[in-house]
Structure formats: structure tokens, C-alpha cells
């Protein structure tokens, strides 16, 4: 993902970010820092953390086409769909969704 952020920096007024690597971080691969003034703009998502994501939504593309799933379950995972992260209890409700449907 190097999709570069859409905002105007935070401390000058630069719309240019650089996408530096951080290989010592677990959770995100690169961070983006302003071009101008080196200012921390914002973290990136590791590439496993991607991918996780896009499981999911397959899953739930898949479980929202089941005519069974009560409306709770289907507005929950709608309103999951787009979250990267999930808490626990929202990963224990997802989890139990996906193992009955």
C-alpha cells in the first residue's frame, strides 16, 4: 500500500508525503512523513495486515449472501466490513458468525 495521504500536512503547507520503511515495527511496514518539513504524518499498514483485511470482507461477501443470517448477524458484519481491526469481542462475534454460517 503506497498510496500516498490526500491531507495537507499538519505543521506546513506541503501535500507531499515520503513512504519510509520501518522494518523494526511489528504492526506497520512504513510510516509517510512530510516531504517539506519531515513532520509524521500518518502509519501504513503492514502488507499481512492488508491482506487479513481483504480476507475477511471475502468472508463476509460470502456470509451476506446466506438467506439464514438473522438481521443482527448481517448488520453486524456490515458494520464491520470495512474495519481493519476488530476487537476482541467483535473478533469472538465475527468468528462465531463465520463458524455457523
Do not use: G
Not at 512523513?33 to 495486515?49: Q, Y
Not at 470482507?57 to 456490515?78: G, M
Not at 481493519?84 to 458468525?97: E, G, V, W, Y
Request: hydrophobic letters at 35%; one cysteine or more; charged letters at 20%.
Amino acid at each position: 500500500m503506497n498510496s500516498t495521504p490526500s491531507r495537507l500536512c499538519h505543521k506546513c503547507p506541503s501535500f507531499t508525503f515520503i513512504y519510509i520503511p520501518c522494518p523494526n515495527v511489528k504492526v506497520h511496514s512504513h510510516k509517510y512523513v512530510c516531504a517539506a518539513c519531515d513532520a509524521f504524518h500518518s502509519w501504513a499498514p503492514s502488507p499481512e495486515t492488508i491482506q487479513n483485511h481483504q480476507n475477511r470482507q471475502n468472508q463476509i461477501d460470502v456470509a451476506l449472501q446466506n438467506p439464514k443470517l438473522s438481521d443482527f448477524e448481517r448488520r453486524f458484519l456490515e458494520s464491520v466490513y470495512e474495519k481493519r481491526h476488530l476487537s476482541p469481542k467483535q473478533k469472538a462475534m465475527f468468528d462465531k458468525i463465520m463458524a455457523v454460517n
